[in-house]
């Protein structure tokens, strides 16, 4: 017995192995401590939520939701035909079982997938995204913002600073300098949806904090879609930041530089405001009742169409949504095919700056499934798991890990020598003195053609002009090179139309 314990005991052991556990420890008691720090948290924040909820929110909020009840649903963003594109896209009957409510390939997913029961409110599209991180670099005119945290949706941002950009203290809202900031500075921007495809991205700042409290919350920085009043008075102000704020009639309603008081009553849908909140409710929309408003800007008066320019060019453009799609990447990990056209694709992107490491991509009768070498129709069922696929989606995406939109496009084949046709919308056609003409699209891209640029049917059979494009058509764009500019512009090789103005494939995404 004692001779087979030595022997036991002499065995040799592996090189690596005594580390290996150790790190295999310290990692268990890192994961568990994090679990019991992430409980206690909840339970935490659990209670203040629901005081703050008692004590700030109106007596018709706190009702339980029900199946109707629109405040108890997921963020849709543009409704068709009374439904969201996400209920649209599943076609869903009302009896629709738990079971039939997703694929079952989808089954890891499917408590991430938000409820399609009962009405949705339309919601507006952001003018702005929220962005942070340290500053890297700082020239005269541009910031370059890098967050290394994991998930950060813009790991590195380089942001214009134009004449208009508001640089502000997040603690009192006072007006600061660029020469206030240093590198190494953590900052809060609001920045426009709108940015190049360069790595990284560029785009402009509206608004630039610094001096970051550490128990205060940075205020928000949004747009009004929508002032309503109650009988007594009170104020329910709607944002296109997925924020409603409740004020009394006599909320601190102040100018800018917050040297004049103004009215709460004054406040109208497409005014520019900062908010400033201690809480906020953890629904979609968000709910608070604001510390303090401050104007940024009056809604622009919009002059009455005259009907003698309606059909014109400007008309036309006025009619176009800007930035109607997103461009993401990456490998198929899940295929669900529902029917003969519709399902879903689980999209996964390891890249370190991927802006969506996974999207569910819901395919539907309307989507483009193209190959990326030759534009050919592809279907569902041509798509292999593990593929990579180039998508351009919807920006109306659910709230829910992973995010969920409706795919425009979806383009297969990709070969490492073959350039991603761009997919868009043309929101404008200029002509300069010389006879160039400049396509300026929705993507921040503005198309050079030449003489050499080929403009043909969706499938090719088709060869048009450049004269056959209008505001409004979509196309899809195979260039080679872009500049780095913002707009971006590119010479293009060829252009092939999708729809033309007012088709289906063309409202379809607006």
């Known amino acids: 017995m004692n001779k087979g314990k030595e022997n036991y005991q002499n065995i040799p052991l592996p090189d690596g192995l005594s580390d290996a556990v150790r790190k295999g420890i310290k990692k268990g008691k890192r994961h568990m401590e994090k ?62 079982s738990e079971d039939s409510a997703a694929p079952a390939s989808m089954d890891d997913t499917s408590e991430a997938v938000p409820s399609m ?40 941002i380089l942001l214009n600073l134009t004449e208009d950009t508001l640089i502000l203290s997040a603690a009192d809202c006072s007006e600061k300098a660029l020469s206030d900031f240093a590198v190494g500075d953590t900052v809060y921007a609001d920045v426009s949806p709108v940015m190049t495809r360069s790595l990284p991205p560029m785009t402009n700042a509206f608004t630039l904090f610094c001096e970051i409290p550490e128990d205060t919350a940075v205020p ?39 040297t004049e008081t103004l009215s709460a009553a004054g406040l109208m849908a497409g005014d520019t405001i900062l908010v400033r909140y201690s809480f906020m409710t953890m629904s979609i929309p968000a709910q608070t009742t604001p510390d303090e408003i401050r104007l940024v800007a009056q809604a622009p008066a919009v002059a009455a169409p005259d009907p003698a320019d309606e059909g014109t060019a400007a008309a036309q453009d006025s009619a176009v949504s800007q930035d109607s799609s997103i461009r993401v990447s990456g490998a198929a990990n899940e295929i669900a095919i529902e029917g003969i056209k519709n399902g879903q694709i689980l999209l996964e992107n390891d890249a370190e700056d991927a802006a969506y490491p996974q999207v569910l991509l819901n395919i539907t009768e309307d989507t483009l499934i193209l190959s990326a070498e030759d534009y050919s129709k592809k279907n569902l069922a041509s798509i292999q798991v ?47 003195d010389d006879g160039q003409i400049t396509i ?24 048009l002009s450049v004269s056959d494009l209008t505001v409004g058509d979509t196309i899809l764009a195979r260039f080679q090179i872009m500049t780095a500019s913002l707009p971006a512009q590119t010479n293009p090789e060829e252009i092939r139309i999708v729809a033309k103005a007012g088709d289906a494939q063309a409202t379809a995404i607006q």
């Open 35 to 96: 679990k019991w720090i992430a409980a206690a948290g909840t339970l935490a924040a659990a209670c203040v939520l629901g005081f703050v909820v008692l004590k700030a929110l109106p007596a018709d909020s706190l009702r339980t939701p029900t199946e109707n009840d629109p405040a108890s649903q997921a963020r849709m963003a543009d409704s068709q035909n009374g439904q969201t594109p996400e209920a649209a896209a599943y076609g869903l009957p009302e009896d629709a």
């Open 220 to 258: 928000a920085y949004g747009t009004i879609t929508d002032v309503s009043a109650d009988e007594d008075g009170n104020l329910r102000v709607s944002t296109d930041q997925d924020l409603i704020l409740n004020l009394t009639p006599d909320a601190p309603v102040l100018s800018l530089d917050g």
């Open 386 to 432: 593990g593929e990579i696929l180039y998508a351009d989606i919807s920006p109306a995406m659910t709230r829910s890990i992973p995010p969920m939109a409706n795919a425009i496009a979806v383009f297969c084949d990709v070969q490492e020598d073959t350039a991603i046709p761009t997919y868009a919308q043309i929101t404008d056609i200029q002509t300069s």
């Open 117 to 156: 029961e009962g009405p949705a409110a339309e919601q507006t599209a952001p003018s702005s995204l929220r962005v942070t991180g340290t500053i890297a670099e700082i020239s005269d005119d541009q910031i370059l913002l890098k967050n290394e945290e994991e998930g950060a949706a813009y790991p590195e």
């Open 440 to 463: 300026v699209t929705d993507q921040s891209l503005n198309l050079l053609p030449n003489e050499s640029t080929k403009v043909l049917s969706l499938d090719g059979n088709s060869t």
